[in-house]
């Protein structure tokens, strides 16, 4: 029980430091070339925030369990965009670049009906479509670097030795380099997805030492756990004042968890859609899950689009359709 204790400490300062890092690295580099936090926040920054997705679905997936990774790619869409875009719509609403959100609010969509039709008409997920999920992840990929070359030249960095200089003026100095950037956020991406895992696990740990139900902790526990790299970066990005990176990251961690986390696990073993639950008689992931994603993400992204910015009506209604999902899955 102390060692779960100190391990679940340990991962939770991972986490801040790592998000503080990742931020700040992912920024800089932003900052330095001219290039859209969006553009960043939903390509690089997205890519280092779903690693816990990443290795919990495939991992699933690979000993037969498709239900988790089902579960995990629509689970972490829902609540990443009801609970932590809601926290942080509601407090802090930001002024938004709509140009560089278009490319990756059509490609979520684009993604989700293609993945929501594949359930509903075929009832289970063949390599074929993981493999057309996988293309999709590499098209916009490839889209987003074009994007990022069409964008102005670099910044002319010159250092800045004389007044920024501290205690410690090679240290100062290293830390406006892009070399330094580029280390903050591979460190800060790994501090992060190892920072998770060991929250995730450990916090399991003490929740049963302390009885509470496992049915509980994998409705809660492993499902924010994985969304909790997410969920440090909004926070740490909005505290430094870098709203748009933090709406990046969601949009294009949501996008990921469809057509890389879904189409990694979906690829290492093909699964049929999970039944285990009904509501009304019908598939409760047919008519309660896929439709709150839609929804939630609709309420990010649409008005967002046309108004170019988040209010906190949009924060409210995420948070209020969080609260009711959770209750819903609790309750029936």
């Not at 939770?12 to 290039?35: H, N, P, Q, T």
């Not at 679905?57 to 089902?70: E, L, R």
Request: hydrophobic share 55%; aromatic share 10%; with cysteine.
């Amino acid at each position: 029980m102390l060692e779960a204790v100190l391990l679940f400490l340990l991962g939770f300062i991972l986490l801040i430091k790592g998000g503080d890092w990742f931020v700040d690295g992912s920024a800089g580099i932003a900052k330095r070339f001219k290039i859209p936090e969006l553009i960043i926040g939903a390509t690089v920054v997205s890519i280092g925030t779903t690693l816990p997705e990443v290795m919990v679905s495939s991992s699933a997936a690979a000993i037969g369990n498709g239900a988790t990774a089902y579960g995990n790619a629509i689970g972490s869409i829902i609540c990443n965009s009801a609970l932590i875009c809601g926290i942080t719509i509601t407090a802090k609403p930001a002024l938004v670049d709509r140009k560089p959100l278009i490319i990756p609010v059509i490609f979520f969509f684009s993604a989700a009906i293609f993945y929501s039709l594949v359930a509903y008409i075929g009832g289970e997920f063949t390599r074929l479509v993981g493999i057309i999920l996988l293309c999709v992840f590499i098209i916009y990929m490839v889209l987003s670097v074009v994007s990022i070359k069409k964008s102005p030249k670099p910044l002319d960095t010159e250092p800045e030795n004389e007044s920024k200089t501290g205690r410690f003026p090679k240290w100062d100095k290293f830390k406006t380099t892009v070399a330094y950037e580029i280390i903050a956020l591979i460190v800060g991406a790994a501090c992060i997805a190892v920072g998770a895992r060991l929250l995730v696990d450990n916090c399991t740990i003490i929740a049963k030492e302390i009885g509470v139900p496992e049915t509980v902790i994998a409705l809660t526990l492993v499902a924010l756990g994985t969304s909790l790299p997410e969920l440090v970066t909004a926070i740490t990005s909005l505290i430094k004042g870098h709203g748009s990176l933090s709406l990046g990251n969601i949009i294009g961690a949501n996008l990921f968890n469809l057509v890389l986390v879904s189409g990694m696990a979906i690829t290492i073993n093909p699964f049929p859609v999970p039944s285990e639950k009904l509501f009304m008689g019908y598939n409760a992931s047919f008519v309660i899950d896929i439709p709150v994603m839609f929804l939630v993400m609709g309420i990010l992204t649409i008005p967002t689009i046309f108004t170019k910015k988040t209010s906190r009506w949009q924060g409210i209604a995420l948070l209020a359709i969080c609260v009711s999902y959770y209750v819903f899955q609790f309750a029936v």
